[in-house]
C-alpha cells in the first residue's frame, strides 16, 4: 500500500510523467483531429455547394452566352483553338449555311474540302489564315464560302482568340457583303463592258460579259444572249462559254416565230415571254430536250429592240426551279437588255460605217467600170461582170437587170447573174429562156420608186422570179429622164436567204441610179450611132463647100492670100492666114486707070462666115468704086460706107487702111477707118506707128466724112499694113504679140534675105507656135529700094509727112 506522501512523488517521476505527457498529447491530437475532420466536412459541403453554384452559374453563363451570340447579326463560328473543331454555331450561322445544326454544318460544310471554294479559298488556306493567329490580337479577310446548297455567299470575317465553356478556343465573327460584293462584281462587269463597248471590244466578249453580269444580278439563273439575222430572220447564240457554248451545241439557230421556244416567240411577238416550266409550256414543244440537258425548268425572255424600232436580239434568263421573275428581277432584266441593246448597236453601227466605207470605194469604183462600159458586143458581157460584182459583194442570192425596148413598151431581161455561177446567158437557172414583159403588166409595181418586195402572190413573181425557191423578189424601178412615169427599166434582186438587209437595199438604190445612167447612154450611143453616117455625110458636105468657100474667098484677094510683086524699085507682098476656114481680113491691090496703085487692109467684124460674106461685099463694093471714082479716096470711103450700111440688119462693120501710090514719085494718100495704124520703117530711126486721123468704121454710121493725109515712101522705107490678128496673137503661155514686139520686129526685119514679109511671117508663126489661133491675120508690107536719100519731114511725130 501506499501512503499519502508517496504518490506525488511517483507521479513527478520521469516515466510516469513522460506517458502523462504523451497522453495529453494523443488526446490533444484525437481532438484537433477530430475537429479537423469536423472542419473538413465543412468546408466539402462548402466547397461542394459552391461547385454546385459555380455549375449553375456557368450553365447558366453558357446559356446566356449561347442565347446572346445567337440574338446578333453576325454569324458567329467558334473552333477549337488547338484541333480548330467546331465546338459552337450561331443561329445566324446555321441559317446562313443552310445547315440545322453544328455537326451538320461540320460535317457537310466547313470539314468537308470539297464544298470550300477553289484557291485562295479553299479549306486548306482558311485553316492556314487561322494558324496565322498570335496569341492576342485579331485577323480579318473577306472570304467566298458555299453553303449546304453549293450556293456561292460572301463574308466579312474577323478572328480572335478567346475560351469557350472553358477551353481556349477562336471565334469567327461573320458579316453577309454578299450583296455588297456582288454589287460590286456587277458595277465592276458593267464598267469594263461599257470601256468594251466604247473600245468596240469583240461582241462574243462582251456577250460573255453581259451573261455573267445577269447571273450576278439574277442569282441561281443561267443567261443566253441571241441576235437577230435579218437575212435569215432567225436567231443565234451569241458567246464563246458558257450557256451559249452548251445551247449552241444543241440549238445552233433559233427561227424567229412563235412556238419556236419563248427565243423565238419573244423575236416574233416583239414583247416579254415568260415560261414558267419549260416542260409544260407549248412554246418549248419540240425543244425540251435541249434545256432539260443542262437542267434548265424557266426561261425569261426578253426581246432587244433598237431606237428605230428594229429587232436585235433576245436576252433569255434560265433558272433552275420552275418559277416566274419578280418585280426586281423583271426590272435587272429590263437592265441587262438595255445595256445589250447598246453593245449591239454600237457594234452594228461600227460595222455598218465599215460596210458604207467599203461599199463607199465599191460603189465609186463600180461608177468608174460602169461609165467606161464598152459599146457593142461586149457590152453585155461585162455588164454581166460587173453585176456578178454586185453579188458577191452583197452576198446576194440573185440579181437580173430588165430593159425596156425602145421601139416598143415591153421589157426585156438583159442579164440574170446567180451567186452560185457567174451567169453568162440570159437564161434563169433552169435554163428556161426568160420571156419579155408587157409594159402594162408591170406598170402598176414602176408607179412607186422606192424599192418593192415581190410575194409568191404577186401575179407577177413567176415572171421574174430569180430561182426555185419561193424567196421574196425585192424591186427597184429605173426612172427614165423624160418623167417619174417614164421608166427605162427596174432591177429584181434576191437575198441569198430571206430578206435584205435595209443598208444593202439603200446600196442597190444608188447603184441602179447608175445602171439607169448607163441605159440611157447606151441608148443615147445607140441613137448617136444611128445619125453618125448622116452626121459624116453632111459634114463632108459641109467640108467640101466650105474648101470651096475657102477657095472663093482666097480667089478675091490678090495671090490667093500670098502676094508678092515687084514695080521698078518697089516691092508688094501680102499675106492673109483666115483662123477658120473661111475668115473676115481683106487686102486689096487694085491698078487705077490712072495709072496708080491702089492698096487696102481690112477686117470685118466677126469671124467665119459671116464675115467672109461681108468681106465678100466690100471686096466687091471696093473694085468697082475705086475703078469708077478713079482713086479719089474719100468719095470711095464715103461711098463704100454708104453701101455698106445699107440692108445691114446684123450690124456688122470693116475696118479699113486705104491708100493711093503714085510708084513714080512714092507719094501716097491715105485714110484709116478705124483700123490700126501702120508702121514706117526709114532703117535710121527706130520704127513708128502712122496715127493718122482715124474716123469710124465702114458700115457703121451713113454719110460720114473721111479725112484723106498725104505721105511720102522714100527709098529704103517701107510701110507695113496688118489687122489685129497680128497684134493679138498669143503664144501657149498666153501673151500677146503686141504693137511693142510688132517694131522691133519691123527694125530686125531690115534687110532680111528672105525680105520683110517672109521674116516678119517666120517670127510671128514662131511665137504662136503650139497655140490655137484665135484671129485672122493679114500682113501687107510695101518696099521702096533704091539710094537713100535725105527726108525731109515738116512733122516729126509724122515721119515721110508731108502736106
Not at 440573185?398 to 425602145?406: I, M, P, T
Request: with cysteine.
Amino acid at each position: 500500500m501506499f501512503d499519502g506522501t508517496a504518490l506525488p512523488e511517483r507521479l513527478l517521476q520521469p516515466e510516469l510523467l513522460l506517458v502523462v505527457v504523451l497522453a495529453v498529447a494523443l488526446g490533444a491530437v484525437a481532438l484537433w483531429h477530430q475537429h479537423a475532420r469536423k472542419q473538413s466536412r465543412q468546408r466539402e459541403q462548402a466547397l461542394a455547394r459552391a461547385n454546385d453554384d459555380a455549375q449553375r452559374r456557368l450553365r447558366s453563363s453558357m446559356s446566356d452566352t449561347r442565347a446572346m451570340l445567337d440574338q446578333g447579326s453576325a454569324a458567329i463560328l467558334v473552333f477549337d483553338r488547338i484541333t480548330l473543331t467546331l465546338l459552337f454555331a450561331n443561329r445566324q450561322a446555321l441559317d446562313l449555311f443552310g445547315c440545322d445544326s453544328v455537326e451538320e454544318l461540320s460535317d457537310t460544310v466547313l470539314m468537308r474540302p470539297d464544298a470550300w471554294q477553289p484557291s485562295p479559298y479553299s479549306l486548306l488556306d482558311f485553316e492556314s489564315w487561322i494558324s496565322q493567329l498570335k496569341a492576342s490580337g485579331f485577323l480579318r479577310r473577306e472570304w467566298l464560302f458555299s453553303t449546304a446548297a453549293r450556293q456561292n455567299i460572301w463574308m466579312d470575317c474577323y478572328i480572335s482568340n478567346t475560351v469557350f465553356e472553358g477551353r481556349p478556343a477562336r471565334t469567327l465573327s461573320a458579316n453577309n457583303i454578299h450583296a455588297y460584293k456582288m454589287n460590286q462584281a456587277a458595277d465592276k462587269l458593267r464598267n469594263g463592258i461599257l470601256t468594251g463597248i466604247n473600245s468596240s471590244a469583240p461582241m462574243e466578249n462582251l456577250a460573255d460579259s453581259l451573261c455573267k453580269l445577269a447571273e450576278i444580278r439574277l442569282q441561281d439563273t443561267r443567261c443566253l444572249i441571241t441576235r437577230y439575222d435579218q437575212q435569215r430572220d432567225s436567231l443565234t447564240p451569241l458567246g464563246k462559254g458558257g450557256l451559249a457554248k452548251d445551247f449552241r451545241e444543241q440549238l445552233p439557230v433559233i427561227p424567229a416565230r412563235y412556238g419556236s421556244t419563248s427565243i423565238g416567240t419573244a423575236a416574233y411577238t416583239r414583247h416579254r415571254t415568260l415560261c414558267e416550266s419549260v416542260l409544260d409550256d407549248h412554246r418549248w414543244q419540240g425543244y425540251t430536250r435541249v434545256v432539260a440537258d443542262l437542267g434548265l425548268l424557266a426561261s425569261w425572255s426578253e426581246p432587244i429592240v433598237s431606237q428605230r424600232d428594229e429587232l436585235l436580239g433576245v436576252v433569255t434568263v434560265f433558272s433552275h426551279h420552275p418559277r416566274n421573275p419578280d418585280e426586281q428581277q423583271l426590272e435587272d432584266l429590263a437592265s441587262i437588255v438595255s445595256l445589250t441593246g447598246l453593245a449591239i448597236e454600237r457594234k452594228q453601227w461600227q460595222k455598218a460605217m465599215e460596210a458604207a466605207a467599203a461599199s463607199e470605194r465599191f460603189i465609186r469604183q463600180l461608177g468608174v467600170d460602169l461609165v467606161n462600159l464598152p459599146s457593142g458586143d461586149e457590152f453585155e458581157p461585162k455588164l454581166r461582170y460587173l453585176m456578178h460584182r454586185i453579188v458577191s459583194h452583197y452576198e446576194l442570192g440573185a440579181l437580173a437587170l430588165w430593159e425596156r425596148s425602145g421601139d416598143d413598151e415591153t421589157f426585156a431581161c438583159l442579164a440574170t447573174i446567180h451567186h452560185n455561177t457567174p451567169d453568162t446567158s440570159r437564161a434563169d437557172n433552169t435554163g428556161a429562156t426568160i420571156q419579155p414583159i408587157a409594159g402594162k403588166v408591170v406598170a402598176n409595181m414602176l408607179a412607186d420608186t422606192a424599192a418593192e418586195y415581190i410575194t409568191p402572190q404577186d401575179a407577177i413573181y413567176d415572171r421574174i422570179r430569180l430561182g426555185v425557191e419561193p424567196k421574196p423578189i425585192l424591186l427597184t424601178a429605173l426612172n427614165d429622164e423624160q418623167g417619174e412615169d417614164s421608166f427605162i427599166g427596174f432591177l429584181t434582186v434576191q437575198s441569198r436567204y430571206m430578206y435584205i438587209a435595209q443598208a444593202t437595199i439603200d446600196h442597190l438604190q444608188v447603184i441602179g441610179s447608175m445602171v439607169r445612167t448607163v441605159l440611157l447612154n447606151r441608148r443615147l450611143v445607140h441613137s448617136l450611132a444611128s445619125d453618125m453616117e448622116n452626121e459624116q455625110r453632111e459634114r463632108k458636105k459641109l467640108e467640101v463647100e466650105l474648101s470651096v468657100a475657102r477657095s472663093i474667098q482666097m480667089s478675091m484677094v490678090p495671090g490667093g492670100g500670098h502676094f508678092r510683086e515687084t514695080y521698078r524699085n518697089w516691092t508688094i507682098e501680102a499675106w492673109l492666114q483666115p483662123a477658120r476656114a473661111v475668115g473676115g481680113d481683106l487686102y486689096e491691090l487694085i491698078r487705077l486707070p490712072s495709072g496708080k496703085l491702089l492698096i487696102a487692109v481690112g477686117d470685118v467684124s466677126d469671124k467665119g462666115a459671116p464675115a467672109a460674106l461681108f468681106m465678100a461685099r466690100t471686096v466687091s463694093l471696093l473694085n468697082f468704086l475705086a475703078r469708077s471714082l478713079d482713086g479719089d479716096l474719100a468719095a470711095i470711103a464715103r461711098a463704100l460706107n454708104n453701101e455698106l450700111c445699107r440692108s445691114n440688119e446684123a450690124c456688122m462693120f470693116v475696118t479699113m487702111i486705104m491708100g493711093v501710090l503714085e510708084l513714080g514719085s512714092g507719094e501716097i494718100q491715105w485714110l484709116n477707118a478705124g483700123h490700126n495704124e501702120p508702121m514706117f520703117v526709114d532703117g535710121k530711126t527706130s520704127p513708128k506707128l502712122w496715127p493718122g486721123n482715124p474716123a469710124a468704121p465702114f458700115g457703121v454710121y451713113e454719110d460720114v466724112d473721111y479725112d484723106v493725109e498725104s505721105a511720102s515712101i522714100r527709098p529704103d522705107q517701107s510701110i507695113t499694113l496688118y489687122s489685129d490678128g497680128v497684134t493679138e496673137a498669143f503664144d501657149r503661155e498666153g501673151q500677146e504679140f503686141g504693137e511693142e514686139r510688132l517694131l522691133n520686129l519691123g527694125y530686125r526685119a531690115f534687110n532680111q534675105p528672105e525680105g520683110l514679109l517672109g521674116y516678119m511671117r517666120e517670127q510671128l508663126l514662131s511665137f504662136a507656135s503650139g497655140a490655137p489661133q484665135s484671129d485672122d491675120i493679114t500682113l501687107l508690107t510695101i518696099q521702096h529700094h533704091g539710094t537713100i536719100h535725105p527726108v525731109h519731114r515738116d512733122d516729126s511725130k509724122h515721119p515721110a509727112k508731108s502736106s
